[in-house]
Antibody, heavy 123, light 106 residues
Framework: EVQLVESGGGLAQPGGSLRLSCVTS????????MTWVRQAPGKGLEWVAV????????YYADSVKGRFTISRDNSKNTLYLQMNSLRAEDMAVYYC????????????????WGQGTFVTVSS | SYELIQPPSVSVSPGQTASITCSGD??????ASWYQQKPGQSPVLVIH???KRSSGIPERFSGSNSGNTATLTISGTQAMDEADYYC?????????FGGGTKLTVL
């Protein structure tokens, strides 16, 4: 069974940093693009960032570009999201999700999602 | 930036057909996907590449995409289908979600 388990959420001050992790199991991790998607309380889904299976391709939403960095360690089957310069509007549940293929271009959708980790940004 | 527009809510009677639309500029030239999200749960992929059902998704779910509109159709809607539905597409290296549609089965 494929499983994605996020961790690392919690309370951060405005301007602070957090690092989210997504540990996966039950899949050949390096063969799939992975993404982070967030959802503010009571709001819709917002895409954050995506990375190819080989790590050569990364893309970001304009709202986080220059502040967030997506990365992965294929030897540890783990996806990361380094979040710097956090703002109040970054407060949300952050989900990691598995793509349908190794490249971002071929992963038109994401079929397995974790349970999410909540990030609070407040002083 | 690219936008996908969905109706905020759709209501359907049990056993009837529900249609949820998603509009975007030349959306028919892109692949559209649909996700279902029930309260307190993570999203579930329902449809990808316009009309391909994800693994385990019942046959009553179908999708289409042409022109500027993608449509998720649920035939013989059941109470368990009550949820929020989000369309999604890619545009210039950016993944875009629609605002979501709350499907009420009553």
């Amino acid at each position: 069974e494929v499983q994605l388990v996020e961790s690392g959420g919690g309370l951060a001050q405005p301007g602070g940093s957090l690092r989210l992790s997504c540990v996966t199991s039950g899949l050949n991790f390096s063969r799939y693009a992975m993404t982070w998607v967030r959802q503010a309380p009571g709001k819709g889904l917002e895409w954050v960032a995506v990375i190819s299976g080989s790590t050569t391709g990364t893309y970001y939403a304009d709202s986080v570009k220059g502040r967030f960095t997506i990365s992965r360690d294929n030897s540890k089957n783990t996806l990361y999201l380094q979040m710097n310069s956090l703002r109040a509007e970054d407060m949300a549940v952050y989900y990691c999700a598995k793509g349908l293929d190794i490249t971002v271009a071929a992963s038109d959708a994401f079929d397995i999602w974790g349970q999410g980790t909540f990030v609070t940004v407040s002083s | 930036s690219y936008e996908l527009i969905q109706p905020p809510s759709v209501s359907v009677s049990p056993g009837q057909t529900a249609s949820i639309t998603c509009s975007g500029d030349e959306l028919g030239n892109k692949y559209a996907s649909w996700y279902q999200q029930k309260p307190g749960q993570s999203p579930v992929l329902v449809i990808h590449q316009d009309n391909k059902r994800s693994s385990g998704i019942p046959e009553r779910f179908s999708g289409s995409n042409s022109g500027n509109t993608a449509t998720l159709t649920i035939s013989g809607t059941q109470a368990m289908d009550e949820a929020d539905y989000y369309c999604q597409a890619w545009d210039s290296g950016t993944m875009v979600f629609g605002g979501g549609t709350k499907l009420t089965v009553l």
